[in-house]
């Protein structure tokens, strides 16, 4: 059974979904892939949410740099095989869709990582906007790649001059 809220951020509002109590998606306004809002379930407060709400809170304030919320994250195996190295990316660094084909153990799979990248459920909890091209550039971003530079932005600093 689903249930969602909507809660605000710093990019916009995110609706968090949670599937039987359990976090299971978290989806920026205007996102790539996002369900229709019928897919949501109904609205309401649940102890997952107000987790969520917290972790995401401190996150944006900048003083949360790893998510510990206990997730369910529904795709296929590969997909969740991503979907948990992401989760290995450190906050501040990056990684290429190839580098993450390599922790795989799959060198030649890295335009199916950027697929399952991109079917990632749980935006900025599980940190596909750490994802980028094999020299540096910034390639898609459900979110889109004004918000991913947001993202990497922020989390990288302030600016030392």
Request: proline share 7%; aromatic share 8%; glycine share 12%.
């Amino acid at each position: 059974m689903k249930q969602h809220t909507v809660t605000d951020s710093p990019y916009g509002p995110l609706t968090l979904v949670a599937d039987d109590g359990v976090l299971c998606g978290l989806y920026m306004t205007g996102q790539r892939h996002r369900p229709p809002e019928e897919a949501f379930g109904a609205r309401d407060d649940l102890p997952a949410f107000s987790e969520a709400t917290d972790q995401l809170k401190a996150y944006f304030a900048g003083e949360l740099k790893e998510f510990t919320l206990e997730l369910r994250l529904h795709g296929t195996p590969f997909q969740r095989s991503v979907w948990e190295q992401l989760r290995a990316i450190p906050y501040g660094e990056t990684r290429s869709y190839g580098e993450l084909a390599d922790a795989l153990g799959s060198p030649t799979a890295s335009r199916a990582v950027g697929l399952a990248n991109g079917r990632n459920p749980v935006g900025i909890i599980v940190p596909c906007h750490r994802v980028v091209g094999a020299n540096g550039s910034l390639t898609g971003y459900g979110g889109g790649l004004d918000r991913k530079q947001r993202l990497l932005d922020f989390e990288s600093g302030p600016a030392l001059f």
